[in-house]
């Protein structure tokens, strides 16, 4: 599950936002030629050691004052830029005077001053910015080796489900909704997603789609069917395939969520309703996606906050609960304000800006109490 | 400049992260039918009136008492749900016993208990996150209207530049990397780049390119050819075809940005060196990008630091500094590291985290003097 994937070789201008399988050296050196990093005229600085206000030197235009815009490169020979400011025209238009000496290497970008051939540029695993990208190729790096980006199945479960399109519903059937929210979400954490149509409540017709699925794929993401309804056979088509290791977690919502590994692939098995799968989504299938790529999952955004009412919580059970943040006066913690079961499930997977966690050990907390919450991307 | 956008009619599932041209109303309710809330029977809540511990009411299993799971449409003439924790089967296995009265709704999601059909969803210029495509499925929207997302050309100009790839550059020659580095943020910024090939110092091929490249895109970013050099036609050729709003901006870098309109389209100018170009770029065209897709500019990360090291300034001119910032202890400001000239372009671009703006009136600042900082993309 944590196995190396095999890697993209990209041309660097596709590579924005792809994460580095290799450590990448300059190929050349920046500048790779000593170059004017001023508008003037190249000089040899021994030429104009005696130079001064009241004794200027005088240089013949070409050989011994030579005219470069900034980033020429300097001829050979030639050790010094002399600004155009500081020059003076000799009458005749064939020569400058200089009013004062240089040195070496004056105004000049020297070979290997941003960046020398072999040096190294930046470590495996990280991710291309648009600054990067403009650094490999001025280090004549023009291809670069990436993590492939994880590819996630999904499968849609259910009799009770009907694609999307279809506008007359009849009673008991719902649209299928689940994969748009959490394959959206699998982009954003740097998967391909790959939705499978509609499943219904047929064992073989499961077992066939997650056995088809599992070799095309990273990790697949069965939606719903998990839990202990009659005709939830995902549980039992997993353990037909391979291994479930964990069916049910101590967890509100998304309880009835499975965990299985099949042909050394991980399965999820996700809740039905969409704040229980988005929820497992994030704790179980986001995580993997970024040990695939080899990266650190973020860290969430946490802030303490005020709870603005007092709330019951199953004892042994972390409770993530959705509330909506009030910004506080004068530095003070914000007030976390939970959803009311009168909200229904759209405004409050919708309206939420954060993520209240309980932890299994409280059963109640007074109105007031502090707690963390992480916040979530609310695109405001 | 900023006129409406033709729109984008697209299928929900291909419209993560695109922004609303019109608001959204919900087509059906949710749930579109009485749906059990609960597995259990559903029953007539009159008919349970007298239930009680010492006198339970016998209903027969079908006409009195239906069998629903959760989501399942309640009958009609049923009007509540009894938990099946709640039941007693009868030992005929045909009835069950409830020693307990309901009310009607009890453990019933009413129709439109989520959303009602014409209910307002998302308002026009809503950034659509994964959880919205979801709702919108849910509620039978399966295509939205949205922004256009603004076409972005890029032409660099300039003899010196060489087209990535090729091993062997000879000395005064560059590969051409601004417009990895340009484009790369402008997708971030939600355009779509169009590159054009390099163009060399020839007022005539520029003018057609540019000519050529403003009917097919919504702003045109040129680089470089900004600056006063004698070969610097871009200023001209915009002088030739449109209107030359600013020539010279009075920020270090960046100084030599051109601003330009050309039928009445947004061309800009921008500096060579990679850091004023990305500046000018993040200046200048960010905010137009944004506007095109009428939403506002995002606020920068602003954070007050300490100045690690004294600095001079250009009076007349804002700068703004790239810099490294260092965490403090015990809650102060963070220290801003300005970058030495030492530490060459590429290592300056790659390595700040930060950048420091410093007014026009400052000429100079001592170390630990506060100074606002904009946070930078680090990915790191």
């Not at 391909?192 to 088809?212: G, K, M, N, W, Y």
Request: avoid cysteine.
């Amino acid at each position: 599950m944590n196995e190396l994937q095999p890697l993209d070789l990209l041309p660097v201008s596709d590579a924005l936002g792809r994460i580095l399988a290799a450590p990448v050296v300059a190929q050349r050196s920046v500048p790779h030629f000593a170059a004017a990093a001023v508008d003037g005229v190249a000089v040899r600085a021994d030429q104009v050691e005696g130079a001064a206000p009241e004794s200027p030197v005088r240089l013949v235009l070409g050989p011994e004052a030579y005219p470069v815009n900034t980033g020429h490169p300097i001829p050979p020979g030639f050790n010094a830029v002399v600004m155009r400011e500081e020059l003076a025209w000799a009458p005749d238009g064939l020569s400058v005077l200089l009013h004062q000496p240089t040195r070496p290497g004056k105004h000049i970008r020297a070979v290997g001053e941003d960046a020398a051939a072999g040096q190294p540029l930046f470590p495996a695993g990280h991710r291309l910015r648009p600054v990067d990208l403009g650094a490999l190729l001025t280090v004549g790096v023009t291809e670069v080796q990436v993590w492939r980006q994880p590819l996630v199945g999904f499968i849609p479960t259910g009799s009770e489900l009907v694609e999307p399109g279809n506008a007359d519903l009849p009673p008991g059937q719902i649209t299928e909704s689940n994969s748009a929210m959490v394959l959206g979400e699998v982009v954003g954490w740097g998967g391909q997603p790959r939705r499978h149509p509609i499943v219904l409540d047929d064992r073989t017709a499961l077992r066939e789609a997650v056995s088809t699925l599992i070799d095309q794929v990273d990790l697949v993401l069965i939606s719903a069917g998990s839990s202990q309804g009659s005709e939830d056979y995902t549980v039992h088509v997993l353990r037909e395939l391979g291994e479930v290791l964990v069916h049910g977690v101590a967890m509100r919502p998304g309880k009835p969520v499975i965990l299985a590994i099949v042909r050394g692939k991980p399965v999820i098995g996700l809740p039905g309703y969409p704040g229980a799968a988005w929820l497992a989504s994030y704790l179980f299938a986001r995580p993997l996606l970024y040990q695939f790529q080899q990266q650190p999952v973020p860290a969430p955004d946490r802030v303490m906050a005020r709870l603005a009412a007092p709330l019951t919580s199953s004892l042994g059970f972390a409770h993530y609960l959705r509330v909506r943040l009030e910004p506080s006066t004068l530095g003070e913690d914000p007030t976390a304000h939970p959803f009311s079961s009168k909200s229904g499930l759209i405004r409050t997977l919708l309206e939420a800006d954060g993520l209240a966690y309980i932890p299994p050990e409280v059963a109640e907390l007074p109105a007031g109490a502090p707690i963390e919450v992480h916040r979530l991307d609310t695109h405001r």
